[in-house]
């Protein structure tokens, strides 16, 4: 009899000693993606202090009206500027990969677009390389860094926190979008601003991420992204436009995505 109550003593001593070591695993682990969470917050928010300020626009640095491509619909201003600002010198300084700052105002989205030769670095490497769960905003690999292929690629994930691409999600409520349809995109020596046109869930194989195409194969997807979308637009969009595409992780279901396509549609450079 005590040989069979030391046997059950045992099991509940060892059963209590994996309950207890999971238990430990467990808040290890959820304090480390707070802790995670917390320090790429702080950290990103010390950036903005190195966000880039581009010069004003006033009719005394306007070197000639504003040009309308009718081709492309796209509006460009040059600013007359006897120095010419590098605007993302500070941020490049710290780490050449930075290639541009993107920003949506009305959401928390302000943030250095990074670039590497793969799309799994900066998956999970904040701004300082160091690893991070909440990863940074990062172009596609493929893409130039310009943004002058016919569609260029950001990715961020969607953070529960709402740091990051989470805000994209915001773009499915048409009043929201109806007040907030543009991103700015600044580089080193221009501000691009695209508009907004289109957003939905998608699967993760499906064909939205592409840097370029042939002249029909992309009148058909601007099309298809136009139809796909849940959102309606008036923007004029045709073979010539530059969109840009914004990736993030949906919770719908399995392995879903939410893409955002906005086309260029004003240029100011320096």
Not at 91 to 100: F, G, R
Not at 116 to 128: M, Q
Not at 134 to 148: C, L, M, Q, V, W
């Given at each position: 009899m ?11 001593r060892l ?11 467990l808040s ?14 702080t950290m990103?928010?010390?950036l903005?202090d ?6 004003k626009?006033s009719?005394?640095?306007i070197?000639?009206?504003a040009?309308?491509?009718?081709d492309?619909n ?8 006897s120095?010419k600002p590098?605007m ?5 300084s710290?780490?050449?990969?930075t290639?541009?700052?993107i920003e949506?105002p009305?959401?928390?989205?302000d ?5 590497s030769d ?10 300082n ?10 172009a596609d690999?493929r893409?130039?860094p ?5 569609n260029?690629?950001i990715?961020?994930h969607n ?10 999600s915001?773009f499915?409520d048409?009043?929201f979008?109806k007040?907030h349809?543009?991103i700015?995109?600044?580089l080193?020596?221009r501000?691009?601003?695209?508009t907004?046109?289109s957003?939905?869930?998608t699967?993760k194989?499906y064909d939205y ?7 029909l194969?992309?009148?058909s997807?601007?099309?298809?992204f136009?139809?796909k979308s849940?959102i309606q ?12 595409t914004?990736s ?8 879903s995505r939410?893409a ?11």
């Amino acid at each position: 009899m005590k040989s069979q109550h030391s046997k059950q003593a045992l099991i509940f001593r060892l059963l209590f000693l994996l309950f207890l070591i999971v238990s430990i695993f467990l808040s290890v682990n959820i304090a480390m993606n707070v802790y995670s969470r917390y320090s790429a917050r702080t950290m990103m928010d010390s950036l903005k202090d190195e966000k880039p300020s581009p010069p004003k626009i006033s009719d005394e640095n306007i070197n000639q009206a504003a040009i309308d491509d009718k081709d492309t619909n796209v509006k460009t201003i040059n600013l007359n500027i006897s120095e010419k600002p590098q605007m993302l010198k500070e941020l490049k300084s710290k780490n050449p990969d930075t290639i541009a700052w993107i920003e949506i105002p009305g959401t928390g989205i302000d943030y250095p677009v990074m670039q590497s030769d793969t799309n799994s670095y900066y998956l999970r490497r904040t701004f300082n390389r160091q690893y991070n769960i909440t990863g940074s905003i990062f172009a596609d690999y493929r893409n130039s860094p310009d943004f002058d292929n016919q569609n260029t690629v950001i990715y961020g994930h969607n953070m529960r926190d709402g740091s990051m691409f989470y805000d994209v999600s915001l773009f499915m409520d048409k009043n929201f979008y109806k007040d907030h349809n543009k991103i700015i995109i600044t580089l080193d020596n221009r501000i691009l601003e695209y508009t907004v046109f289109s957003i939905y869930e998608t699967q993760k194989d499906y064909d939205y991420r592409s840097p370029d195409f042939d002249k029909l194969s992309f009148e058909s997807k601007l099309t298809e992204f136009k139809e796909k979308s849940l959102i309606q637009s008036d923007v004029i969009l045709s073979d010539k436009s530059k969109i840009i595409t914004l990736s993030t992780c949906a919770y719908t279901f399995k392995d879903s995505r939410i893409a955002l396509h906005a086309v260029l549609t004003s240029i100011t450079e320096f």
